[in-house]
């Protein structure tokens, strides 16, 4: 069974690499990253760090293009006047990163990994113990219109500009102040005529299509906008964007949590 990994490079790589071992895995990633346009911003938060009660990444994008700016924070946490500055992710992967980066592990909250999402909900059932009047917030986010954005920096349907605005509003209500700042960019692949015919073709020859964004869904729509979904299957690792695969057309969708274990059994689902 062929399966079509939609997700950003390298992720996009590592799932095809994981996902071999059962199917026939290929990439075509439907979202492109790049660095924020004006870095200043990034590495100006960095300075500002321990004015901050804790910092929340939205992915594993937005820890590395934001350590790129600032790449020795992590000494902050070290010596008698080390910083108390929480660290939050929103799932493994963005977990992974900020250990990568030299962030203890002591002070990095996230999802258990057994949480049915990885996603904003899922963390604030986590830190909001943390949050008190006038405790100060930094959101890390990407930026790219119409989108907002999950685990691994995978934007679910949402309104432009506005970010982790969920979380956001939880934070407000507690008597947060809540900043944002744009880590990198976000945007949409420019195909060639082998990555329209390979997308054309699975959807309606048995294929089965890996969401784990519903920005994918908004690229794919653009790229393909004659095409015919109604015979196409997918696995989505969200509910909203089980939904926006639905809207496009699609005519399976399966919903599944986004660890690698349950992505196979769902895909195998519908062999």
């Known amino acids: 069974m062929r399966v079509i990994v939609t997700r950003v490079q390298p992720q996009a790589a590592r799932w ?59 000494l902050l946490y070290q010596g008698q006047e080390a910083t108390q500055t929480r660290v939050w992710a929103t799932g493994p992967g963005t977990r992974s990163a900020l250990l990568a980066q030299g962030i203890p592990e002591a002070f990095v909250d996230s999802p258990p990994s ?66 944002f700042v744009v880590a990198y960019q976000r945007g949409a692949p420019v195909w060639r005529g082998q990555e329209r015919a390979l997308a054309s073709a699975a ?24 095409q015919d979904w109604s015979a196409a299957r997918a696995v989505a690792t969200h509910a909203r964007i089980a939904q926006a695969a639905k809207d496009l057309g699609f005519g399976t969708v399966a919903l599944t949590r986004p660890a690698l274990p349950d992505v196979s059994a769902s895909i195998e689902s519908l062999a």
């Open 16 to 74: 095809v690499k994981s996902l071999s071992t059962k199917f026939d895995a290929v990439a075509l990633p439907l979202i492109v990253v790049g660095p924020a346009s004006d870095p200043e911003p990034v590495h100006a938060a960095g300075q500002r760090w321990t004015d901050y009660g804790a910092v929340m990444f939205v992915s594993s994008h937005a820890v590395n293009y934001f350590f790129q700016q600032n790449p020795s924070l992590a």
């Open 114 to 179: 057994d949480a049915g999402q990885f996603d904003s909900e899922a963390l604030w059932q986590v830190v909001q113990g943390q949050v008190h009047p006038r405790v100060r917030v930094l959101i890390v986010r990407g930026d790219s219109a119409g989108v907002e954005e999950n685990e691994a920096g995978e934007g679910v349907a949402h309104s432009a500009g506005v970010g982790r605005d969920w979380l956001a509003q939880r934070l407000q209500r507690a008597g947060a102040e809540v900043n």
């Open 203 to 226: 959807a309606a020859d048995g294929s089965v299509w890996l969401f784990s964004s519903a920005e994918a869904l908004t690229h794919l729509r653009t790229l393909l906008p004659a």
